[in-house]
């Protein structure tokens, strides 16, 4: 992290017709990102997942203090060893941890405490969010709107992720703690969001949503 003084803003601006196309392009793309929970375990070429766990890291933050690390696992034991943990805690979740209306609204998606995916993705990235952070002589460093912040790097990660060709689930088997320990993170690190990552299966299937219109979205004021 430097912040050194100012400079100048590198910025063009861009003709409206370029403006519009580009906006649309992206919309059209996002439209197609789901959340996928059938996995191939085909690797995933070499670099793609540095590149987009560098956009993410581009998200804005609060006071610029980056609240955040990416856990890359890819080792099948490891994996495993996520998978198993994860299932223990979503066991709780589904027989009783969550309520009646909760379970109810989940079912149109057809989850449940099996989590096959988490071993079948050829990789799981554990977005860490920092609650605090550690200064160079051990001192406990404040970290500002940590959840919006890595709210925000969460979303420039799936989109970036989307964007090349990958399949993500945004993952949540809660209370994630084990995770802290499993990956050997400090425990100034709170694990934020599990998001397995691949190509979809060939006989991926995913529910039927519709998305919110522009009209019930936007509010002209
Ligand atoms: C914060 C958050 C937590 C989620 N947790 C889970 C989860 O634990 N398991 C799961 O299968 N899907 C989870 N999802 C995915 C949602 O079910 C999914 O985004 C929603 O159904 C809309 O589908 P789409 O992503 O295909 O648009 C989560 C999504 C968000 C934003």
Redesign the pocket.
Known sequence: MTTSGFQPLDHKRLAPDVMQSRAQALLVEAQQ?????HFSSDPIPDGVLDYCIQIAGTAPSGAHKEPWTFVVVTDPAKKKAVREAAEEE?RENYSGRMNEEWVKD?ER?G?NAE?EFLETAPALIVVMRHAWQVGPDGERQQCYYTQESV?IASGFLLMALHHAGLGT??????PMGFLTKLLGRPTNEKPY??IPVGYPSEDCE??H?T?RSLEQLRIQD
Do not use: D, N
């Open positions: 990102r789901r959340s996928v929970r979503e989940l998606l989850t989590k709210g689930l945004t993952h949540t088997p809660s969001l599990l995913v529910p949503l998305r």
